[in-house]
């Protein structure tokens, strides 16, 4: 007879189907950790720096676009002077071999842009001043 039972593992809920054998043999069960699949998203992690991004003279109503995961820009879609709107592309970039858009969350206008085409990214490193 089959019984369902939810388990946790790691946080996360799992539904299992657990039959019981009734008999004199034993057998030992291994139970193997679910696995992660990594999942490629274009939400781009933003913060407000503690500090004033690397620029000389900036004020203080400035956004940095930081890059949310390490990769290589395929194309950067603005320039220094560009407007810009929440949700538009600033750039391209190819991360576990897809192609991802960073986006911006916020309006303003490109103050610096510290990356440029065939450049290598860091997972937080700052690619976008807003002001």
Known sequence: MARK????????????????????TEEKIEIKQPREVPVAVDIPRVEKPASKPQTQGSSGGEKVIKAPMSGS????????GDSVNAGDTLLVFEAMKMENELKTPYPGVVKQVLVKDGDTLETGQIVVVLE
């Open 5 to 24: 039972f939810k388990v946790r593992v790691n946080g996360k809920e799992y539904i299992v189907e657990v039959e019981e054998i009734r008999g004199k």
């Open 73 to 80: 820009v395929i194309k950067v879609h603005v320039k220094v």
